[in-house]
């Protein structure tokens, strides 16, 4: 069992920044790592992953803007967010795709980040 703990989220002013933090616990093979966010009423959407040899993909809507970082060796992956907007407010969940070949995927449980204008 893949235990995925994130934390950092809260409420921000539009423009400031958050970082959020997860950690995998157990874990031995991790093939990416990254994070996902839901808005009210909308899909879960990707926001950044980042591979074990340290490439990277971002949402548009964030590119620029957020930046992530992992430590293969502490299993932990970081987001740091700036220049926020209202429209960043979301649950984040901190994802990881754990094992052989393309792996399975592992979701923690979510941090609320909230940007008010």
């Known amino acids: 069992q893949v235990k995925l703990v994130e934390s950092g989220g809260g409420l921000v002013q539009v423009g400031e920044s958050l970082r959020l933090s997860c950690a995998a616990s157990e874990v031995f093979i991790i093939n990416a790592m990254g994070w996902y966010r839901q808005a009210p009423g909308k899909q879960r959407e990707l926001v950044a992953i980042?591979?074990?040899?340290?490439?990277?993909n971002y949402a548009d809507s964030v590119k620029g803007r957020y930046t992530v970082s992992r430590d293969n060796a502490a299993n932990t992956v970081n987001l740091q967010m700036n220049s926020l907007k209202p429209e960043d407010t979301a649950v984040y969940y901190c994802y990881a795709r754990v094992g052989a070949g393309y792996g399975t995927e592992w979701w923690g449980r979510g941090t609320q980040v909230t940007v008010s204008s």
């Open positions: 980042i591979s074990t040899g340290g490439n990277t």
